[in-house]
């Protein structure tokens, strides 16, 4: 059955420091969102990407956070400089979006400490 | 604004039981979600819920949607240890396919 794969699963580094999350979606998934969770609360979305393009990015904080998606397939979540309150668990998830079909397929998750 | 409330948020209950998590969302809508996030993993789908009076289930787990009430509900019969989990609905925000989320019903199930 195919998979959302993200990479790393666990990534603990020092505060300013610069930290990258990977995330591969269900092959043809044309859709790929980046969330955050923190401990105890519901998913925050980051990012969406259809295919190669940012179609919300509105939650994002840019002046730490950049995503990119450049070939509309993997995409990468950067975070420079790392700060105490990012950490919390990434995900990725994807979907096949077309007429009635919207389910969001989720990657088992990045947890960041930062310390 | 597409808003989702759930509740309870925390549920304690004893194997046997049965209860209800609801999900109440304020605009139209005609596709939710339940999802099931055990503790420091990720997210698992449970039901996709499509139209008005779906009903779905799965083991003890059974999902049904009211999309004249904007009501889902979620109910556990004969609770399990194993059911214990953090329970989110989502609903579909159609103008750009994102999902908005509950903050979650927290179920434990105590032996």
């Known amino acids: 059955e195919a998979e959302v794969a993200q990479s790393p699963r666990y990534k603990i580094t020092e505060k300013s420091q610069a930290v990258a999350f990977w995330c591969d979606p269900i092959?043809?998934?044309?859709?790929l969102y980046w969330y955050r969770q923190i401990l105890g609360q519901g998913p925050e979305l980051l990012v969406q990407?259809?295919?190669?393009?940012?179609?919300?990015d509105s939650q994002l904080p840019k002046d730490r956070f950049s995503a990119e998606r450049l070939k509309g397939v993997d995409s990468t979540l950067k975070i420079q400089p790392a700060e105490l309150g990012d950490s919390a668990m990434y995900l990725c998830?994807?979907?096949?979006?077309?007429?009635?079909?919207?389910?969001?397929?989720f990657g088992p998750g990045t947890r960041l400490t930062v310390t | 604004e597409l808003k989702v409330e759930q509740n309870p948020l925390f549920l304690s209950m004893q194997e046997g039981k049965n209860y209800t998590i609801y999900c109440n969302y304020s605009?139209?809508?005609?596709?939710l979600y339940w999802y099931r996030q055990d503790p420091g993993k990720s997210l698992e789908s449970l039901f996709v819920?499509?139209?008005n009076g779906a009903v779905k289930q799965e083991g003890r787990l059974m999902a049904s949607l009211d999309t004249k009430a904007r009501l889902s509900t979620l109910h556990i019969t004969a609770a399990v240890h194993d059911l214990s989990a953090t329970y989110f609905c989502?609903?579909?925000?159609?103008?750009?396919?994102?999902?908005?989320w509950g903050a979650g019903t927290k179920l434990i199930i105590k032996p």
């Open positions: 989502a609903v579909v925000r159609d103008s750009n396919y994102q999902l908005i």
């Open positions: 605009t139209t809508s005609d596709r």
């Open positions: 819920l499509l139209s």
């Open positions: 092959s043809g998934h044309a859709t």
């Open positions: 990407f259809q295919d190669e393009s940012v179609v919300d």
């Open positions: 998830a994807s979907s096949l979006v077309h007429r009635g079909q919207y389910e969001q397929y």
